[in-house]
């Protein structure tokens, strides 16, 4: 067996596409950890921010050296970069050996094999949507062993101003319902409890194709299978939201109470510069649709700050959104500009020191709403579907509760993959604590102490 090693950047699009390369890979390559040991080096790179791809280049560079002591090692980039810089990545990188955009993913095996008769640098970044199916026969991967992700639909139509999504992952395609629930179904046989269906924007799955169910119909279908303890999807536009899927939060038991709605900014005046097709007002209004369904939904977010033209007082809008909405969790980001993007060509850019300033504030405001949100299971009892042994602490298990706050706690492993009651004793920054409840379910006194290993 040759080793592969293979770092993913970005989104949970791009970690799908990372274990599907795997999986085609896996009859000639086992996976390695570090680049030193590798014969074949993958880079799934992602461009939704200068950062991300800077990262790329920094890592390439640092990959030099392994090929100057192993010149048959080969190195390839692909993803998001991959699509976007396509044989660009020659000029800078002259000893890279392969290129390749997220629609050729297919590909890889055919051309490992071809650069290995012929050592001459590929590229394919000019290929139509195509969705890689899983391998049909034996085990499936997930995430991990509990929890898997799948694709319903790729690309994007939206074109938000600041966003590099739709040029370099092309427009929206859906796959077959079909398709779909054929991979749900043999993951589950294979043991994965949580899957959670990805799209760029899912709220828009079917809408161009013939004959499609809507989102909230596929979901209904997928959370009927027998085994699937635990649905989830991402991510949802704010304007394609339906009250369709908003019902499906009272309607689908095994649907987890959590919704990823990105709102980008509180001002309305920047919201049209984003081209979001949204009001703060109108977004609000779906969170109070939310609340009023399912009241203890968990709401996650995405937020940019300093896009160009934002003003102080539209920023303070965007806090003042915080306050309002109370999110369990945000992502928040400074605007970074994208080559061929409508809003890198804007004139009014806000400077960079501004929008640290503006970030740290966002994130100080989140710090003691998340916390406040968290604290209110402290004392409380709930379900946590456990799905390993805790990064920061190898004594303990960690799990997700059903709006997907991460809680620790101490276990044996055994546990794995099963949901339990645990009892929240306490509520840290960006995670819960607690311990398992007895049989009785009352005093949340330890049945177990056991420490893993
Ligand atoms: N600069 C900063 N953040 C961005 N995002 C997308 N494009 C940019 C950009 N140019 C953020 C958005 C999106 C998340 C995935 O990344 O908030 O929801
Ligand atoms: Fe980018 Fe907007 Fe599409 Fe999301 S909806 S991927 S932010 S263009």
Redesign the pocket.
């Known amino acids: 067996m040759k080793r592969l090693y293979i770092a993913t950047f970005g989104?949970q699009m791009n970690e799908y596409d990372s274990i599907r390369i795997e999986e085609l890979l896996s009859d000639n390559y086992k996976k390695v950890f570090e680049p030193k040991d590798a014969d074949l080096i993958i880079l799934n790179t992602c461009a939704?921010?200068e950062k991300a791809e800077h990262k790329v280049y920094s890592l390439l560079g640092r990959f030099k050296h392994l090929k100057k002591k192993n010149p048959s090692l080969i190195l390839a980039v692909g993803g998001c970069v991959a699509q976007q810089r396509g044989e660009e990545f020659f000029e800078r990188f002259p000893y890279l050996d392969i290129v390749f955009g997220p629609h050729a993913i297919f590909k890889l095996p055919e051309l490992i094999k071809t650069l290995e008769i012929n050592r001459k640098h590929l590229c394919i970044n000019n290929l139509e949507p195509h969705f890689v199916i899983p391998r049909a026969r034996g085990q499936l991967w997930g995430i991990d062993s509990v929890r898997a992700y799948v694709t319903v639909m790729q690309g994007c139509d939206n074109f938000c101003t600041?966003?590099?999504v739709p040029y370099v992952r092309g427009r929206e395609a859906s796959r077959p319902p079909g398709d779909i629930i054929d991979e749900v179904r043999l993951l589950v046989a294979s043991g994965i409890k949580e899957i959670t269906l990805l799209g760029q924007n899912v709220n828009s799955y079917g809408k161009k194709e013939q004959g499609f169910p809507s989102f909230a119909q596929l979901l209904k279908e997928v959370s009927k299978i027998k085994g699937l303890k635990r649905l989830r999807f991402t991510t949802s536009h704010p304007k394609d939201l339906s009250p369709d899927l908003i019902e499906c939060f009272s309607q689908i038991d095994n649907l987890c109470p959590h919704i990823h709605l990105?709102v980008?900014a509180g001002s309305n005046k920047v919201l049209r510069a984003m081209n979001r097709h949204y009001t703060r007002e109108k977004y609000l209004e779906l969170v109070s649709d939310l609340r009023s369904v399912c009241p203890d939904i968990s709401l996650t977010t995405?937020?940019?700050v300093g896009f160009p033209g934002e003003t102080q007082e539209d920023f303070e809008q965007t806090l003042s959104l915080l306050e309002e909405v109370k999110f369990d969790q945000i992502?928040a980001?400074?605007?970074?500009?994208?080559p061929g993007?409508k809003a890198a060509k804007m004139s009014n850019q806000v400077p960079e020191l501004e929008k640290k300033k503006r970030l740290a504030k966002v994130l100080e405001l989140q710090d003691k709403i998340g916390l406040q949100r968290l604290s209110r299971f402290v004392g409380k009892n709930i379900k946590v579907l456990v799905d390993g042994v805790s990064k920061s602490n190898p004594k303990q298990l960690c799990g997700r509760s059903p709006g997907n706050h991460v809680v620790n706690f101490v276990g044996t492993k055994d546990l794995i993959g099963k949901e339990i009651d645990i009892y929240i004793e306490h509520a840290c920054q960006h995670s819960l604590k607690g311990r398992i409840l007895d049989k009785k379910g009352t005093g949340g006194e330890f049945i177990q102490e056991v420490v893993n290993g």
């Open positions: 989104c939704i921010r600041y966003c590099i990105p980008q995405d937020l940019i992502f980001f400074k605007y970074s500009p994208r993007t």
